[in-house]
């Protein structure tokens, strides 16, 4: 991955982490999540990929684009999930 798009990998991740925080309409957090989606190289990330894919669409079946995740539990499983993909991102990046 480019330094380039590691700056963009980084900024949709940290954007989507803070969407969840905050509380942000769905909209917010899957067009975050989509930008990260497309900066992930297929080979090196994709299980990270699929794993936001998985994320995209639960939200997508389950949530309306204009409300907050309502679900504690569900807000939490994906702030967990970011957290652990910015570690998981960060280590191969530092490989």
Known sequence: MDPIEAFEAGRYIQAAYYSCLENKNVYVILENLKGLLETLDEEE???????????????????????????????????????????????????
């Open 45 to 95: 990330f994709g299980d990270i990929r699929k794993h936001i894919s998985d994320w995209i669409q639960f939200l997508n079946k389950y949530y309306k684009l204009y409300e907050p995740i309502k679900d504690p539990e569900d807000r939490n499983a994906l702030v967990e999930d970011i957290k652990d993909w910015i570690n998981i991102i960060k280590e191969r990046l530092l490989r």
